[in-house]
């Protein structure tokens, strides 16, 4: 059976006796007998050889520093090892110290010599990894990569894939069922001599040696649980990821982020090889897997650079030209604009920036490459996504005049900065783009005809609406007058109404109040789509369980003046948002309107229409010949009037629209300041529907009376609502009135509204909004619209 598993441990890993053996559980746990290991040099050994290299370099004494390595070696095996296996590694750690001693007493030592120091701290490792693993009884055998991967010298070795490979496989065929522990950062050239892997060459060395062994998986253990969506040092919601594929990863590497090199994954690319990262010193919790394609979508990863090398050059040559001659040299910019004619800006890590300046000398006159500068000052703030660009309106709001325009490619959006902007931008862009999705949950209050059609809107715009707004916005509670259901994962609006039925229970407001408050959700958006006056009632109450609401109800709006001055109140302390655009118009932008006026500097000065479908297709098929009473049951016959036609005939309703607007413009009025002349008489005001409905000839004698009279004057009658200010006050009143023909209430398709506007702007030729003022669907239209500017202001930073 194929081997599955490659474990590497870097020196964070390996750095005592403790971390020694947390590794050895791991690989007794979390393995198989036949695992392949790569381990890096114990904790800080690459860093003593090193540093035993200068001194010797600089002439000064290196002793004393190699008794101390060889102190810190020779604790490790005696902590972890009995015996016998203990005085076995203690002679080959002896003999080892004498070479290093002859090595470094070497005057002119060649570089092969340099790096047989350098590479002793993974031969150490592998050794005594291996050993403590069989102490523990298990097969195992420590490997020197010298003897697997073979390289050609260049500034970075290159590996001769073919031979390696085969190399390889010969070991795996030789050991089998044992685990192999093998040195990462070292390999050699044909002749045997050692080559060093440069930096994360232990990384390398493992994805490399994976994917010769054919692996399946290559878990990287370090000091972090993997890789997050931020930086968890600088953000402090920095998140987890648990998925992301190899391109993201690779993307995320090359613009710095420290967790993987890129270097690490391109062995990785045209294999079947996942890659793991995961904590050893907590094995058992989430990693980060990159898989070679990742089919679920990862989480935007947000990263910075403090400071980076910008350097801008004229360019003859075609720029694509210039950019192959970098790809070739390994030396792809992080991100490049064009600054202006034949004018070019490309940015890098600092450590780059040597080499990078080297190579554009040579390029000169092949590329036709002039005025080169560097310049320094500016940090580097990306984000990294398979779907960057669905981010990148986001991203460019957060821009300072002073940052770069957003650069863009298939994965990634970057842009420079001065560097004292790189951790507030840093921190700006993982909220908005990154950090944790707003959960806002929607309570539907009445689940009628209205609510009905809102639920259907919903369920067609929601999916691009959590796009757009960059949130989740999930319907969580449904009620009727006496029943209630609440999901925190959210109702389907493929069976809600089934749902409903079956699981909805009886409440009361308090059982209502305390499921919203159970509910995991950043804020809560109740609609109200009914005309219930004691839900009406409720609104301080959720106002003050911090609930915005979204009214069709007109009873708040045209509530007591007190009442309305709390609610307004409660507002502005709590940044609340309530909004109630369809208990006016329906669908008609008659509040947005107002608004806008407003905001503009204009000041209404009146305000007058029909506000009634009913009372509009009333008087538009009214001719005077036919009796009025009949309209009034052809109407009730096809659903156009209330089930009790005083509702519509009264003209209370168009009486509370006039003062919600009037409320809208700033006057303070109460319902009583608005006069209202019913179409209903007194007497027939209080007896039963049925009653009324027998009795509706009694209306027919006054209003044929007012038909003839208004005729005679060539004029027309419609029921108005109309408000005015004036030097005295204000003039406000809803009744019957007689209208020029030309007049914009007397031409109305039947069944619409009509709002007419006159401002200081708007004098001789008033504002006119006509259009359809009740109906199920557009009146979920306006519920919707007020919800999403809600969701909108909501979130604002």
Same mark, same amino acid.
């Given at each position: 059976? @194929? ?73 490790? %095996? ?12 203690? *002679? ?29 701290? *993974? ?133 710095? &982020? ?58 003859? &040559? ?12 390994? #030396? ?41 500068? &560097? ?35 298939? #994965? ?10 790189? @951790? ?15 959960? %806002?949950? %929607? ?82 958006? @109740? ?38 001055? *709390? ?52 008087? *538009? ?101 109309? #408000? ?74």
């Amino acid at each position: 059976m @194929a081997r599955s598993h490659l474990h590497k441990f870097g020196g964070s890993s390996l750095a005592d006796p403790d971390c020694y053996r947390r590794v050895a559980h791991i690989l007794l746990t979390h393995g198989r007998p036949d695992d392949l290991i790569v381990v890096s040099a114990a904790g800080k050994t690459t860093n003593f050889l090193y540093k035993l290299l200068a001194l010797r370099e600089q002439g000064q004494l290196w002793q004393e520093e190699l008794q101390v390595l060889m102190n810190y070696q020779q604790n490790l %095996i005696e902590q972890l090892l009995s015996n016998s296996q203990a005085r076995q590694l203690r *002679e080959r750690l002896a003999n080892d110290r004498a070479t290093l001693m002859s090595l470094l007493a070497l005057d002119g030592r060649s570089d092969y010599q340099c790096n047989q120091v350098v590479g002793f701290g *993974e031969r150490w490792s592998a050794r005594l990894m291996a050993a403590l693993l069989r102490e523990s009884g298990v097969a195992a055998c420590n490997v020197d990569a010298r003897g697997l991967l073979i390289a050609d010298e260049a500034a970075v070795p290159k590996i001769r894939v073919e031979e390696s490979r085969a190399k390889v496989q010969q070991m795996l065929k030789q050991h089998p069922d044992e685990r192999l522990v093998i040195t990462g950062f070292i390999c050699a050239n044909p002749a045997g001599e050692m080559l060093l892997l440069g930096r994360n060459g232990s990384d390398f060395s493992a994805t490399l040696i994976a994917s010769l062994a054919d692996i399946d998986r290559v878990t990287i253990w370090t000091d972090v649980e993997g890789v997050f969506n931020a930086d968890p040092n600088k953000i402090q919601d920095a998140r987890l990821l648990q998925n992301m594929s190899l391109a993201e990863a690779d993307r995320l590497a090359r613009l710095g &982020s420290p967790v993987l090199h890129s270097r690490t994954l391109q062995p990785l690319y045209n294999t079947q090889v996942s890659l793991a990262v995961r904590s050893s010193y907590a094995p058992q919790t989430d990693f980060t897997l990159v898989a070679p394609q990742n089919d679920v979508a990862s989480a935007p990863v947000v990263t910075s650079l403090d400071e980076v090398l910008t350097v801008t050059l004229q360019l003859q &040559s075609p720029w694509e030209n210039l950019l192959e001659a970098l790809e070739h040299a390994g #030396l792809q910019p992080l991100a490049h604009w064009s600054v202006g004619k034949q004018k070019h800006e490309l940015a890098y890590t600092l450590e780059s920036g040597k080499q990078l300046l080297a190579l554009l000398q040579q390029l000169t006159e092949a590329l036709g490459i002039s005025d080169v500068e &560097s310049h320094r000052g500016f940090g580097l703030v990306a984000l990294v996504s398979a779907a960057a660009a669905q981010y990148r309106r986001s991203f460019a709001r957060l821009l300072s005049r002073e940052a770069r325009p957003l650069y863009q490619d298939a #994965l990634s959006l970057v842009t420079l900065v001065p560097q004292q902007q790189v @951790a507030l931008l840093t921190q700006k862009v993982h909220r908005r783009c990154a950090g944790p999705r707003k959960r %806002i949950g %929607i309570i539907l209050l009445g689940v009628g005809n209205i609510g009905e059609a809102w639920v259907t809107l919903y369920g067609k715009s929601a999916q691009q609406l959590n796009r757009q707004l960059e949130a989740e916005v999930v319907l969580v509670g449904l009620a009727s007058s006496s029943k209630a259901l609440f999901c925190n994962a959210g109702i389907a609006v493929t069976d809600w109404q089934t749902r409903f039925e079956a699981e909805a229970t009886p409440w009361q407001y308090e059982h209502l109040f305390e499921q919203a408050d159970a509910l995991a959700c950043d804020e809560l958006i @109740a609609l109200d789509i009914s005309a219930s006056a004691s839900l009406t009632l409720q609104y301080p109450e959720f106002f003050a369980h911090g609930i915005h609401m979204v009214s069709a109800n007109k009873l708040a709006g045209s509530g007591p003046l007190a009442f309305y001055r *709390e609610l307004k109140q409660m507002l502005g302390n709590r940044r609340l948002f309530w909004r109630y655009n369809a208990s006016c118009g329906a669908g008609l932008p008659v509040q947005h309107a107002l608004n806008d006026l407003h905001n503009s500097g204009d000041q209404v000065q009146a305000v007058g229409g029909i506000f009634s479908g009913t009372l509009c297709w009333l008087f *538009e098929n009214y001719d005077g010949i036919r009796p009025f009473s009949e309209l009034v049951l052809e109407a009730k016959a096809l659903g156009i009037t209330e089930p009790d036609p005083r509702d519509d005939l009264s003209g209370r309703d168009m009486q509370r629209k006039l003062l919600i607007l009037a409320r809208e413009i700033g006057l303070e009025l109460e319902l009583d300041d608005i006069r209202l002349s019913s179409l209903v008489p007194a007497h027939l005001a209080e007896i039963s529907v049925d009653e009324f409905l027998q009795r509706l000839p009694e209306l027919d004698g006054e209003l044929a009376q007012q038909y003839a009279a208004a005729n005679e004057q060539g004029k027309v009658l419609r029921y108005v609502a109309a #408000l005015e200010r004036t030097e005295q006050g204000v003039n406000a009143e809803v009744a019957l009135q007689w209208v020029e023909p030309s007049h914009p209430y007397a031409n109305l398709t039947p069944g619409d509204n009509v709002f007419v506007i006159r401002s200081a702007f708007y004098q001789g030729n008033p504002l006119i909004i006509r259009g359809p003022g009740a109906g199920r669907e557009v009146t979920a239209a306006a519920v919707q619209s007020d919800l999403v500017q809600i969701c909108r202001d909501l979130l604002e930073d």
